[in-house]
């Protein structure tokens, strides 16, 4: 079976720092894309950032995000991270790895992130 778990969640002033992480219990570099989605209540669920394996490990980002927030894979640790800088209220929300292997999505249960002004 295929796993993955959300950690690092919580809550942070404006203006701080998060850094997500997500485990699998396969080795992250056998999925074909890894990455990070959000969803605040009431909204629909949302990218924030994904790497795909198909487009050479390209790195792509919401433009809500670019240049706040990292998403990395971390050989060592088996861990696909998001470091996430100068957070803003409007970032609140559940925040769920995904993961997609052999044509299959799969995602993590969430982590819950919460932004105060």
């Known amino acids: 079976q295929v796993q993955l778990v959300e950690s690092g969640g919580g809550l942070v002033q404006a203006g701080g720092s998060l850094r997500l992480s997500c485990r699998a219990s396969?080795?992250?570099?056998?999925?074909?894309?890894m990455g990070w989605y959000r969803q605040a209540p009431g909204n629909e669920r949302e990218l924030v950032a994904v790497?795909?394996?198909?487009?050479?490990?390209?790195?792509n980002y919401a433009d809500s995000v670019k240049g706040r927030f990292t998403i990395s894979r971390d050989n060592g640790k088996n861990t696909v991270d998001l470091q996430m800088n100068s957070l803003k209220p409007e970032d609140t929300a559940v925040y769920y790895c995904?993961?997609?292997?052999?044509?299959?999505?799969?995602w993590g249960q969430g982590t819950q992130v919460t932004v105060s002004s």
């Open positions: 995904m993961g997609r292997l052999r044509g299959i999505t799969y």
């Open positions: 790497i795909v394996i198909d487009s050479g490990a390209t790195a």
């Open positions: 396969q080795n992250i570099f056998s999925f074909n894309a």
